[in-house]
């Protein structure tokens, strides 16, 4: 796995000489936030050896290198699920990368469906701790050790420092931020009525399909790890309407302003924050 990023590391560093500080993984209808940066260069997974082309709507698939504000950063315009039927050591291959081209702290977002009943459709969830339910680990396999240990510590994956520092921005911005545990399955159904119940009482408060595999990856590495959630829906069984893409979409594009000013703001943050720890 070293020597796989090695040559994907050094295949990037031939086309772009840019040293991100910053990663970001943009989940379902964040992409456009590469629009509110300064794009300094683009290359498509597909060139990327070693790396799956990203195939779901709305995930357009290509490594961004950008500054937002004074932070290097690159990011992921479209990410692999495990639902399309990849491996998750395939799934965890493009963050790895983010890590190994620099990327100390990494922002990762998603859409999900809310299962705490005080949440609503449109509401932003900055992740506190997550439920790995893919029946699944990114490293499972013999321990590349070059990466990490074998058996890693999970007990603050999503930085509670960090959480502070974006729970500070969306306060300055004005932007409502829940706070709440992050459940992941392999989808690409949805959840049932009696699984969204059973999720509530593991301590649950939103589901969706993507986030643990990188997260875990992350932890392994030594990365630092924001996670926010954009709840575009309420989870099967709490409201009287089936679940449908489209509203997650619509969703997205209702709060796209203000995900977009948070996410932009927290870049600029963690790039001091990472460049204080580096020092
Ligand atoms: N369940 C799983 N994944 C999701 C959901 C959901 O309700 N909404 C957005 N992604």
């Known amino acids: 796995m070293s020597e796989k990023l090695d040559r994907a590391v050094a295949h990037v560093r031939s086309l772009v000489s840019f040293e991100p500080r910053v990663g ?20 498509p997974y597909s060139e990327i050896p070693g790396a799956l082309a990203s195939s779901v709507i709305g995930h357009s698939g290509r490594l961004v290198f950008a500054r937002a504000g004074s932070t290097p950063v690159v990011m992921m315009q479209g990410r692999n699920h495990f639902y399309e039927g990849h491996s998750l050591e395939d799934v965890v291959f493009i963050p790895r990368l983010l890590a190994r081209l620099g990327a100390g702290v990494v922002t990762i977002t998603n859409a999900a469906g809310g299962i705490n009943s005080d949440y609503r459709a449109g509401d932003l969830m900055l992740i506190s ?41 969306a306060a300055s911005l004005g932007v409502g931020l829940r706070e709440g ?13 009696a699984e969204i119940r059973a999720f509530r009482v593991m301590g649950a408060d939103a589901v969706g399909m993507s986030t643990v595999p990188e997260a875990i990856a992350y932890s392994h590495m030594g990365v630092k790890v924001v996670g926010i959630s954009c709840i575009t829906n309420m989870a099967a069984g709490i409201l009287p309407q ?21 996410m932009l703001a927290l870049l600029e943050r963690l790039g001091k924050h990472a460049a204080v720890a580096a020092n």
């Not at 379902?28 to 794009?39: K, P």
């Not at 893919?134 to 070059?146: I, K, Q, S, V």
């Not at 545990?181 to 009525?193: C, I, M």
Request: charged share 25%; no cysteine.
């Open 24 to 43: 970001a993984i943009l989940g379902s209808g964040l992409g456009n936030l590469v629009d509110a940066v300064d794009v300094v260069a683009a290359i």
């Open 242 to 262: 089936k679940l449908d893409h489209l509203e997650v979409l619509e969703t997205t594009t209702r709060v796209q302003k203000e995900f977009t000013a948070l």
């Open 181 to 193: 545990v992050y459940l992941a399955t392999s989808g690409p159904s949805y959840e049932t009525p």
């Open 129 to 169: 701790d997550h439920i790995n339910y893919l029946g699944a680990n990114p490293l499972r396999g013999a321990n590349d050790d070059a990466l990490g240990p074998r058996f890693p510590d999970m007990s603050d994956i999503y930085s509670k420092e960090l959480r502070a520092v974006a729970k500070e921005v």
